[in-house]
């Protein structure tokens, strides 16, 4: 755990000048550049939007805001972790260079993989909030809780990526696992539906304590519901006892697989 904290610091600022690089090297060569960053995810709120608005007729209010308005504030959190899960499972085995062929930080890697998809995950969410407003949602003070939410985001699935990094580069076959999973985390996480509707049941609960709808929600808190984190003590705690969790998890593997990582690659 030492280890990984004294890494990313000493190496900060080669932190952010690979997460740039990052970023520019997966948009070379298209002729729009960057906005596929933006492009991508569009179409994708377009299509679901399409599907349940046109296609299903399911036009309905959910907790007094149309449905379009709730399923943008879900989807925006869930580009960057949906990214950050797949990139951060496979990071290292992509930058297999820095770690066979010079002595190089391999747990800056998760960092700079996820920063470059922080900066996407920013402008989406201006973007997205943009639209927030002109739907007629004024600006409150309850956005600043975004500043909480968005770091914590960051820190949690870099964390997770210190875990699925490594055993993903060590076998390909749990790298295609977390690839099989990401359609089940996505339709079992409340991103296109409401998990306050679940009632007070043990399922609610249990689906409450869900990382991805704690995010999914949390954004929603912050800009429709004027809910405070502390408001949602249960969903709050429980993430950061999760957090712990893995931070102190995604330690411990690093730790047992960093050494065996060169010669396996």
């Given amino acids: 755990m030492i280890q990984i904290v004294k890494e990313n610091i000493g190496f900060r600022k080669q932190i952010f000048k690979l997460s740039k690089s990052e970023l520019i090297k997966t948009y070379k060569g298209a002729a729009l550049g960057p906005l596929w960053a933006l492009i991508k995810p569009s179409i994708t709120i377009f ?8 296609g299903l007729r399911s036009n ?13 504030t879900g989807m925006i959190p869930w580009f960057f972790m949906s990214s950050a899960i797949l990139d951060g499972s496979k ?15 391999v747990g800056t890697i998760m960092t700079y993989t996820n920063l470059s998809h922080l900066y996407v995950h920013f402008a989406i969410m201006i973007i997205g909030y943009v639209i927030v407003v002109l739907s007629g949602i004024t600006p409150s003070i309850y956005n600043i809780q975004i500043l909480f939410y ?8 870099t964390c997770l990526s210190w875990i699925t990094a490594p055993l ?13 999973v990401m359609n089940a985390i996505f339709w079992l996480s409340g991103i296109i ?6 009632g007070d049941g043990i399922v ?10 704690f ?10 519901y004027k809910t405070w984190f502390w408001e949602t003590p249960y969903e709050t705690v429980g993430f950061l006892i999760l957090l712990t969790g893995i931070f102190f998890l995604g330690a411990f593997v690093y730790k047992k697989l960093r050494k065996t990582l060169p010669d396996v690659l």
């Fill in 47 to 54: 299509v679901y939007w399409f599907a349940f608005e046109v």
């Fill in 168 to 180: 993903s580069a060590i076998s390909k076959d749990f790298e295609n696992v977390v690839r099989s």
């Fill in 150 to 157: 968005m770091p914590m985001m960051f820190l949690f699935f």
């Fill in 91 to 105: 990071c290292i085995r992509n930058n297999k260079q820095f770690v066979t062929k010079m002595p190089f930080p």
């Fill in 204 to 213: 609610r609960n249990i689906v409450l304590l869900n990382p991805v709808n």
């Fill in 60 to 72: 309905r209010l959910v907790h007094g805001f149309e449905f379009f308005i709730f399923l943008l």
């Fill in 193 to 198: 539906w409401d998990p306050y509707e679940l």
């Fill in 215 to 224: 995010f999914a929600n949390g954004y929603r808190n912050t800009f429709l």
